[in-house]
C-alpha cells in the first residue's frame, strides 16, 4: 500500500510541499520582488480611528473601479503599502471575474500596485499549491488527495516501526550498498518529518474541504447580515470603525469590508485574545451602513470547542503559530515530500532492476 501510494501520489506531494515552503514567507518574497508596495515596520500604523481607509476607498473609487464591486482592506499593523482586494460585481449566472489585487500609498491618496490575483508570482504559487490552476475542482483534487497522503505518511510508519532494536531501525548505514543506503535516507527522513507532515497535511485537508471542516469540527458559520435598506448616503468607514471597536473594545482591526451592496453591512474581521492567527482571525462585526447600528458580532471565544480547534488550522498549516523559528521548520518540511519521493523511487526502481537481473541468470 506504501509502495503504491506512493508511486500514485508523491508527485503531487511534492509539488504541494515546494509551493507550500514557498508559500511560507509569501509577503516578504512578493515585497522583494515588488518594493513599490513595501511595507515599513518603522513607520506609523493606520488604526481604528486613521482618516486613511475612507480616503483609500475614495481613491479607488475614483481611479474608475466598479462601485458595485466589493473591497477589502487590509490592517498589518505596519506602516508603509496599504494592501487592498477589490473583487468585480458578476451578472447572475456568470462566473467571477478575477480579484484585484491592489496597494495604496501610506496617506491612501495613490495607487502604487495593481495586479490580478494569479497574475503575478507569488499568487499563481498560490493557486497551484491551492487549486492545481484548476479551480474549485482542483481544490477538490487537492483536498482528497491529502487524505492519500494521510495514509502514505501513516502506513510509512507502520512499515518502518521497529520488531527489534531501536538503534537499528535509527541506523544509517554509510558503507552499506547503495540500495540500503538509499532506503535508510528514506526511512530517516521519513521518521524525522512524519509527525509534522501529518500536521500539515491534514490542516490542509481541513482547509481545502469545508464539507470535511463542517463534519468534523463544526465551526460558527460566518454570519450574513443584511443592513435596514436605507436610502442616502452611508456613514463613513471611520464612523463604522468607532462603532465596531465599542462592540469588541480588546480586539485588534485586521480586514475592513465595504460590500458594493447597498444592502450588506461593513464587515471587519478582528483578532481577539486567544485566537492564534494574526492575519486571518475568526472573529466579525457587521456595523449598518445607514443606521449605524452593529447587526451582528462573531466573537471566537463564544464559539465552543469545534470553532477554537478550528482557530488552530491554519496557523499549524502555515507554520505561523511558532513564529519566526517555526515558520522555517515550515520550509524546511515541505522539503521533505520530495526527499522522500526521490529516494523512494529510485529505492524501488533498484530492487525492480535487482530482480530483474535474477530473473535472468536464473532463466540462463
Not at 261 to 281: E, I
Request: aromatic share 10%; no cysteine; glycine share 12%.
Amino acid at each position: 500500500m506504501h509502495l503504491w501510494l506512493g508511486l500514485s501520489v508523491g508527485l503531487l506531494f511534492v509539488v504541494i510541499g515546494l509551493t507550500g515552503s514557498a508559500l511560507v514567507f509569501y509577503v516578504g518574497i512578493d515585497e522583494a520582488l515588488h518594493p513599490e508596495a513595501h511595507s515599513d515596520a518603522r513607520a506609523p500604523a493606520p488604526g481604528w480611528s486613521s482618516p486613511v481607509w475612507d480616503r483609500a476607498l475614495a481613491t479607488g473609487r475614483a481611479a474608475g473601479f466598479d462601485p458595485a464591486g466589493r473591497w477589502s482592506f487590509e490592517v498589518t499593523g505596519e506602516g508603509g503599502a496599504i494592501p487592498a482586494r477589490y473583487y468585480p460585481p458578476s451578472a447572475p449566472g456568470a462566473a467571477h471575474s478575477p480579484r484585484q489585487m491592489l496597494w495604496f500609498s501610506p496617506d491612501g491618496g495613490r495607487i502604487v500596485r495593481v495586479a490580478p490575483w494569479g497574475g503575478y508570482l507569488m499568487s499563481w504559487i498560490y493557486e497551484l499549491h491551492m487549486q492545481l490552476l484548476a479551480g474549485d475542482m482542483g481544490l477538490q483534487i487537492v483536498g482528497w488527495s491529502g487524505v492519500a497522503m494521510l495514509f502514505l505518511l501513516a502506513t510509512g510508519v507502520i512499515a518502518w516501526w521497529p520488531r527489534g532494536s531501536w538503534a537499528k531501525a535509527l541506523a544509517f548505514k554509510r558503507r552499506a550498498t547503495p540500495i540500503r543506503r538509499l532506503r535508510d535516507l528514506h526511512k530517516l527522513t521519513g521518521v524525522g518529518s512524519a509527525l509534522l507532515l501529518m500536521i500539515i497535511t491534514a490542516t490542509g485537508v481541513i482547509l481545502a474541504l469545508p464539507s470535511v471542516k463542517a463534519a468534523v469540527l463544526a465551526p460558527l458559520p460566518v454570519p450574513e447580515p443584511r443592513s435596514s435598506g436605507g436610502i442616502g448616503t452611508p456613514i463613513s468607514l471611520h464612523q463604522a470603525l468607532g462603532v465596531a471597536r465599542a462592540a469588541i473594545p480588546d480586539a485588534r482591526l485586521v480586514f475592513i469590508d465595504v460590500p458594493g451592496d447597498g444592502g450588506q453591512p461593513y464587515r471587519f474581521r478582528l483578532q481577539v485574545s486567544g485566537d492564534p492567527h494574526a492575519r486571518f482571525p475568526g472573529s466579525y462585526v457587521f456595523v449598518d451602513r445607514h443606521t449605524a447600528r452593529v447587526v451582528a458580532v462573531q466573537d471566537v471565544r463564544s464559539g465552543g470547542i469545534g470553532t477554537a480547534i478550528n482557530a488552530w488550522v491554519r496557523p499549524l498549516h502555515d507554520g505561523s503559530v511558532g513564529g519566526l523559528p517555526m515558520r522555517i521548520v515550515a520550509v524546511l518540511i515541505g522539503f521533505a515530500p520530495t526527499l522522500l519521493a526521490a529516494t523512494g523511487f529510485l529505492h524501488w526502481r533498484r530492487r525492480v532492476r535487482k530482480r530483474g537481473d535474477r530473473n535472468d541468470v536464473a532463466a540462463t
